[in-house]
C-alpha cells in the first residue's frame, strides 16, 4: 500500500536494476489502479518530493547515451510510435531492431580496416613495407561502393509509407458512389438523391481500414458531354481527382447496361454497385471479364466487408513490406555523403596520395557514424593498435 496525501492506494513497485534496464540506469515502476486522478496525485507527491516530469524522448534518449542503444534504434522507436499503418509499424520495427546498424556495420568495418592500414603505412612511409596495394584499396573502395548501392535499392522509404493512400470513387452520375461513401464510413458526409448530378465537389473522408488509414473521395459523375460552365468545371475537378489520386476505382451501376465510361486513367478495382436492385443472376458486363471486381449495396450491406478488404489490398499492398530496411531523410542523406567520399578516395587512389584517401575514408566513416552513432576517433585507433604490434 501506498500512502500520500491522507490516503493510501494499492500499488506494486518494479525494480529494474541498470545496466540491463531499458535505459541502463536504475529504474523503478509504479503500478497503480488505472484512475487519471490516482495517477495526477502520485505524480504531484512526487514532484512535491524533487521527481521532475521527463522530457519528450528522455527515456529513450538516456538509453541511447548509455549505449543501450544505437542511433537508427532510437528512431525505431519514434517511428513505432508515430506508426498509423501495418507497413508503418512493420518498418519501425525493423529499425528498432536494429537491421540498419546490421546492414552498416560490415560496410563501416571494411573501410575503417582500410583507414586503419592506410594510415600504418602513412606512419612507416620510409620503410620498405607496403600494408596495403592501392589495388586491395581500391576493390574495397568498390566493395563499399556497391554495398550502399544495394542497400539503397533494397530499402523503402518512410516518407513513402507515411503517405496517406487516396482513393478515388469515379463512375457516372448516379452510380452510387455517395451512398458507398456514407455506407463505409458509416456518416451521411455526401448527399445522396436519385436525381443524378447530386455531388458537385471533391468530397474527402477518412477510413479505417485493418492495414492502416486511407482518405476517399467522391467526385462529380462523369459525363462525355459538360452542358454548362459549372458541368465543365466538376469534370475538370473529377479529372484532376482522379490524376493526383493513389488508386481509382470504378463504380458501375448493375442496372446501367451501358458500357463502362472510359476514363482518363485505369481503374484498379471495379465496383459494381446496387446489387440490391437486380432481380435475376447478373450476366458478366462485357468490361468486366478479368477485371478485379467487387459487387456491393450499400442499402443492405451486402459486399461492404469485401470491398473493404479489396480497398486495403489495393492501398496497403506494397514491395514495401518486402523491404529488407526502411531509410528516412537523415540516413539517405548521410549514405549520399559517405557515397560522395567513397568516389573521391578511389579518384585519389590513383595520384598516389595516401593521406588524402585516409582523409576521404575518415569521411565516410563519419557519414555512416552519424546514422549508427557508433564509430569515434578511438575506435580507429583501437583497430590500428588490435591488428598490429607496432611496439615490437
Known sequence: MLSFNGMTCPVCLYVFAGPRSYTGQD???FHIPGSPVLAKMLLDELYRQGAKPAEPGEFTARA?????IGLTEAEGVAATIAASSEIELHAARQLAAGELTRRLAPITDTIAQTLALIEVGIDFSEEEVTFLASEEVLQRIDD????LNDLLEQSGRFEQLAHQPRIVFVGRPNA??????????GEARSVVSPVAGTTRDILTA????????????DVAGLEKVAETEIDRQMQQHAGLAMESATHVVL??????????PELSRTAELIVISKIDLQEQAPDVHPGLRGVDTVRVSSVTGDGLASLRDALDRLAFSTDNTAATVTLNRRHLSAIS????????????????APELVAMDLREVLDALGSITGQ????????RVFSAFCIGK
Do not use: Y
Not at 452510387?176 to 464510413?185: C, D, E, I, Q, V
Open 375 to 382: 564509430v569515434t576517433a578511438d575506435d580507429i585507433l583501437g
Open 27 to 29: 529504474t523503478v515502476e
Open 206 to 217: 477518412p477510413l479505417d481500414l485493418k492495414s492502416g488509414r486511407i482518405l476517399l473521395c
Open 251 to 260: 463504380i458501375h451501376d448493375c442496372t446501367d447496361k451501358r458500357p463502362l
Open 337 to 352: 555523403d559517405a557515397q560522395q567520399a567513397l568516389s573521391r578516395a578511389a579518384a585519389r587512389v590513383a595520384e598516389n
Open 176 to 185: 452510387g458512389k455517395s451512398a458507398l461513401m456514407n455506407a463505409l464510413t
Open 64 to 68: 541511447f547515451f548509455n549505449g543501450r
Open 144 to 147: 563499399a561502393e556497391q554495398a
